[in-house]
């Protein structure tokens, strides 16, 4: 009897001290809803992420990052107006390093044309993506585009 009980109380410990853990933290890193997405359906979802808008190409992409911000323990995003949003648009922005940007893109024949941009930072892409409504798959890449 004593054999079996050994496992279960250090069972029951290992999880007191996790919840301890993340009570400490005030995270729970909890969001494990990740979907398959697909890159070229287009319904923009607009947020204002750490200040500064940032368009999304879809709802499911949006999800998934909100996903992964709130394990990261990062504030949840919230959808918000285009309006809104482009009142946060990058208005100036610093010159360092370069970035690739990925926009999915379907052309009037429904055939995939996706465009590569390279931009001087992040800032210039995040610039671009609200002043011209159209938004960026992904993180941008470090570098010049392929």
């Known amino acids: 009897m004593g054999i079996c009980r050994l496992p279960f109380l250090l069972v029951l410990l290992g999880g007191l001290l996790h919840l301890s853990d993340a009570q400490t933290r005030g995270c729970a890193r909890t969001c494990n809803v990740f979907s398959r997405c697909s890159p070229y359906y287009k319904e923009l979802v607009w947020a204002i992420v750490d200040g500064v808008c940032r368009v999304y190409q879809n709802g499911c992409i949006f999800g998934n990052e909100n996903c992964t911000r709130v394990n990261q323990c990062l504030t949840p995003m919230n959808a918000t107006s285009p309006d809104k949003c482009k009142e946060y648009c990058p208005r100036r922005c610093p010159s360092d390093g370069q970035v ?7 052309n009037n024949m429904g055939v995939n044309s996706d465009r590569y941009i390279t931009f001087p930072n992040r800032c210039l892409l ?7 409504d159209i ?6 890449t470090l570098g010049p585009c392929p």
Do not use: K, M, T
């Open 126 to 132: 995040d610039q671009y993506s609200c002043q011209n």
């Open 135 to 140: 938004a960026y798959a992904y993180d941008p």
């Open 100 to 106: 690739c940007g990925w926009f999915p893109y379907i």
